[in-house]
Protein backbone atom coordinates (compact mmCIF):
# COMPACT_ATOMS: atom_id res chain seq x y z
CA UNK A 1 0.00 0.00 0.00
CA UNK A 2 0.86 3.61 -0.75
CA UNK A 3 0.74 6.81 -2.55
CA UNK A 4 2.03 7.37 -5.98
CA UNK A 5 2.53 10.60 -8.40
CA UNK A 6 1.70 9.57 -11.93
CA UNK A 7 1.47 11.47 -15.03
CA UNK A 8 -0.24 9.53 -17.85
CA UNK A 9 0.34 11.74 -21.45
CA UNK A 10 -0.85 10.48 -24.68
CA UNK A 11 -0.47 11.88 -28.11
CA UNK A 12 -2.38 11.56 -31.46
CA UNK A 13 -3.34 12.80 -34.78
CA UNK A 14 -6.63 12.37 -34.32
CA UNK A 15 -9.12 14.75 -32.99
CA UNK A 16 -10.06 13.67 -29.43
CA UNK A 17 -13.49 14.94 -29.49
CA UNK A 18 -14.67 12.88 -32.96
CA UNK A 19 -12.39 10.09 -33.52
CA UNK A 20 -11.52 11.64 -37.04
CA UNK A 21 -8.08 12.03 -38.38
CA UNK A 22 -7.41 15.76 -38.25
CA UNK A 23 -6.97 16.50 -41.61
CA UNK A 24 -4.72 19.74 -41.26
CA UNK A 25 -2.09 17.85 -39.90
CA UNK A 26 -2.75 18.80 -36.23
CA UNK A 27 -1.09 16.84 -32.82
CA UNK A 28 -3.46 16.54 -29.81
CA UNK A 29 -2.05 15.85 -26.28
CA UNK A 30 -2.96 15.71 -22.87
CA UNK A 31 -0.09 16.06 -20.18
CA UNK A 32 -2.15 14.08 -17.20
CA UNK A 33 -1.31 14.03 -13.74
CA UNK A 34 -3.05 11.62 -11.19
CA UNK A 35 -2.66 11.05 -7.10
CA UNK A 36 -2.88 7.00 -6.79
CA UNK A 37 -3.45 4.93 -3.92
CA UNK A 38 -2.60 0.99 -5.01
CA UNK A 39 -3.55 -1.42 -2.47
CA UNK A 40 -1.44 -4.37 -4.24
CA UNK A 41 -0.75 -7.93 -2.40
CA UNK A 42 2.76 -8.79 -3.37
CA UNK A 43 4.29 -12.67 -3.13
CA UNK A 44 8.06 -13.12 -3.42
CA UNK A 45 9.31 -16.61 -5.17
CA UNK A 46 13.48 -17.50 -4.51
CA UNK A 47 14.56 -18.39 -7.66
CA UNK A 48 18.37 -19.44 -6.16
CA UNK A 49 19.67 -18.41 -2.37
CA UNK A 50 20.98 -14.74 -3.92
CA UNK A 51 17.76 -14.46 -6.42
CA UNK A 52 14.53 -13.93 -5.67
CA UNK A 53 11.16 -12.78 -8.05
CA UNK A 54 8.22 -10.50 -6.48
CA UNK A 55 4.76 -9.90 -7.46
CA UNK A 56 2.49 -7.86 -6.60
CA UNK A 57 -1.00 -6.94 -7.78
CA UNK A 58 -4.38 -5.60 -7.00
CA UNK A 59 -6.69 -2.54 -7.35
CA UNK A 60 -6.07 1.16 -7.02
CA UNK A 61 -8.20 4.48 -6.96
CA UNK A 62 -6.75 7.66 -8.52
CA UNK A 63 -7.80 11.27 -8.48
CA UNK A 64 -6.92 13.68 -11.05
CA UNK A 65 -4.81 16.48 -9.90
CA UNK A 66 -4.03 18.73 -12.83
CA UNK A 67 -3.36 18.58 -16.73
CA UNK A 68 -2.84 20.44 -20.13
CA UNK A 69 -4.31 19.53 -23.21
CA UNK A 70 -2.86 20.93 -26.15
CA UNK A 71 -2.62 21.02 -30.23
CA UNK A 72 0.44 21.67 -32.30
CA UNK A 73 -0.23 23.19 -35.82
CA UNK A 74 3.28 23.08 -36.87
CA UNK A 75 5.18 24.77 -34.47
CA UNK A 76 2.99 26.41 -32.68
CA UNK A 77 1.28 25.33 -29.59
CA UNK A 78 -2.45 25.91 -28.45
CA UNK A 79 -3.45 25.02 -25.15
CA UNK A 80 -7.00 24.01 -25.55
CA UNK A 81 -7.79 23.38 -21.85
CA UNK A 82 -5.30 24.75 -18.42
CA UNK A 83 -7.17 21.91 -16.88
CA UNK A 84 -8.18 18.87 -18.23
CA UNK A 85 -10.08 17.68 -15.70
CA UNK A 86 -12.51 20.38 -15.19
CA UNK A 87 -13.46 20.61 -18.68
CA UNK A 88 -13.21 17.28 -20.52
CA UNK A 89 -11.86 14.55 -18.70
CA UNK A 90 -13.73 12.57 -15.41
CA UNK A 91 -11.08 13.51 -11.91
CA UNK A 92 -11.45 9.78 -10.79
CA UNK A 93 -10.00 6.84 -12.02
CA UNK A 94 -9.93 3.63 -10.50
CA UNK A 95 -8.18 0.06 -12.16
CA UNK A 96 -6.33 -3.14 -11.80
CA UNK A 97 -2.51 -2.94 -11.86
CA UNK A 98 0.33 -5.81 -11.16
CA UNK A 99 4.37 -5.03 -11.49
CA UNK A 100 6.78 -7.83 -11.13
CA UNK A 101 10.36 -7.52 -10.06
Known amino acids: MGVMLTNKNWETPYYAHIGDKDKLGNMWSANLHYLNIPIHIGYMMPVSKKISLFMNAGPYWGVGLFGKYTMTSG ?22 GWNRY
Open 75 to 96: DKDTTIAENIFKDYLKRFDCGI
